[in-house]
């Protein structure tokens, strides 16, 4: 962790600009600026207080928010340079709040008797329920997990973010005084109708951590893996002396080929389909993977998946990049004939993640084509008293931790406006 110096040498070079365009880039519209001008004075307690206006989650945004991509992306300082790193002052200051104990909320609460269930403790969920605590709302969150967190535990590996620093931030939002109902599944031990009848309103956050289908031969042999359920289930797999393929160029992939190469894998080949420049994932996530000796196979795509019973080898084909009129990224085609088999073992898919569509179907609620929940500009579903939010929905951006906060924010917001309070 980067001392107390730094910090404050990090937060010197921040120009406090008059547009302050990283709030503007941060998705939970942190007051980026204002934390860095206290963590400047060294006033962090009161920077801390500042950024729980907005976020209850600094200590591990600070740490695995896509900065360049969200805040620092944004940072004017950019342009002729490096940005401020502005994570790394949130998480230094997220990191003094669970250390000293500093608490989310000084306000006193007036207690409501207005009763929402949560479902599902992850990001979204996390943040909804700790800002309907502050305003007097009883908040239960049922989770079907033996433990709160969601992808921040069973996706982002150990490797890039310390589950201690999760823990903490979780009993710090639950000592706000929220309910928690472990091993509690929806569509298993308990039912949408059922919570209906007992709250005022429900708030779905269960997340879309199904992987993503290529749809082409050999898909269904035994050695293909989703990346996701890889992660989440903690699968282990005799992978010593094995060859693994990974497709996918996001943070699911680089996390499952990082994972496969600590676990043991031979060797571990990412096949992502456009350049190394156009690959989703941060830039810092590919370069340690390529640290870690993983190898990877841009601009290729996976035709198919060949083996009797189990996975024996893949046939890729080279991609060509062109520019497509209806597509800002570059497109990638196939070039004919330029088809090759390599050896393999398994294959693990990290092309993108969708909801359970067999539960989000039994609901009664409208979905998009993925099975995704829709919302409205509340936060509402089809029924006036289920709100929903996180990957699950079709909330404004999802796939990363601050928009789902974002959007459990959000809908707390509009939750309070439908109790009337
Ligand atoms: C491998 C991986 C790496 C990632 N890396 C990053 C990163 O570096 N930075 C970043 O910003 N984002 C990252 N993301 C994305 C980020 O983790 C997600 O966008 C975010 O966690 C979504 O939050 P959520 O609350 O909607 O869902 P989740 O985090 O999935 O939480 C959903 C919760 O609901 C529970 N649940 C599921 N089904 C039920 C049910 N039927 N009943 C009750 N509870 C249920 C789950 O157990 C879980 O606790 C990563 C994702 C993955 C998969
Ligand atoms: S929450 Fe993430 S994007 Fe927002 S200021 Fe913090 S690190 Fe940046």
Request: proline share 3%; hydrophobic share 35%.
């Amino acid at each position: 962790m980067t001392n107390e110096n730094e910090i404050v040498k990090k937060a010197k070079y921040c120009l406090n600009c008059s547009t302050k365009p990283c709030s503007s880039g941060c998705p939970l519209g942190n007051d980026t600026a204002g934390f860095i001008a206290l963590a400047k004075e060294q006033k962090y307690e009161e920077a801390y207080k500042l950024l729980c206006k907005t976020t209850v989650l600094p200590a591990l945004c600070g740490k695995i928010c896509p900065h360049s991509k969200q805040c620092q992306g944004s940072c004017v300082r950019r342009f002729k340079g490096e940005p401020v790193e502005i994570g790394e002052i949130e998480a230094y200051i997220g990191k003094l709040a669970i250390e000293n104990n500093w608490s989310i909320n000084d306000e006193p609460i007036t207690k409501s008797n207005k009763k929402v269930a949560i479902i599902g403790g992850g990001p979204a969920g996390l943040t909804c329920a700790a800002f309907l605590a502050i305003h007097g709302i009883n908040v239960t969150i049922y989770e079907k997990h033996n433990y709160l967190g969601g992808l921040l535990v069973h996706g982002i590996p150990d490797f890039r973010l310390d589950k201690n620093l999760v823990n903490k931030t979780i009993e710090k939002i639950i000592k706000l005084g929220i309910e928690v109902k472990l091993n509690q599944e929806l569509g298993k031990n308990i039912s949408l109708k059922n919570l209906k009848e007992n709250y005022d309103a429900i708030y779905l956050s269960f997340g879309a951590n199904i992987h993503g289908n290529m749809n082409i031969d050999g898909e269904n042999l035994d050695g293909v893996v989703g990346g996701n359920e890889y992660l989440e289930q903690n699968i282990t797999l005799p992978l010593s002396g094995k060859i693994a393929i990974v497709s996918g160029g996001g943070n699911v992939a680089m996390d499952v080929s990082r994972t496969l190469k600590r676990q043991g894998a031979e060797k571990v080949y990412v096949v992502y389909r456009r350049s190394e420049n156009e690959m989703p994932a941060e830039r810092k996530e590919i370069e340690d993977a390529k640290f870690e000796g993983v190898d990877f196979l841009f601009q290729h795509n996976i035709v198919q998946i060949n083996g009797k019973d189990k996975v024996e080898s893949i046939e890729l084909i080279k991609t060509n990049l062109v520019q497509k009129e209806c597509d800002s990224r570059l497109s990638p085609v196939n070039i004919e004939g330029s088809n090759y088999t390599i050896l393999a073992d398994y294959v693990f898919m990290a092309i993108g993640s969708n909801a359970e569509k067999s539960l989000t179907s039994s609901l009664g609620l409208e979905l998009n084509k993925y099975g995704n929940i829709i919302i409205n500009e509340n936060c509402e579903t089809s029924d006036p008293k289920v709100f929903a939010g996180g990957d699950l929905s079709t909330f404004k951006k999802t796939g990363t931790v601050a928009w789902a906060a974002r959007s459990g924010r959000e809908a707390s917001e509009h939750i309070l406006n439908y109790l009337g309070i």
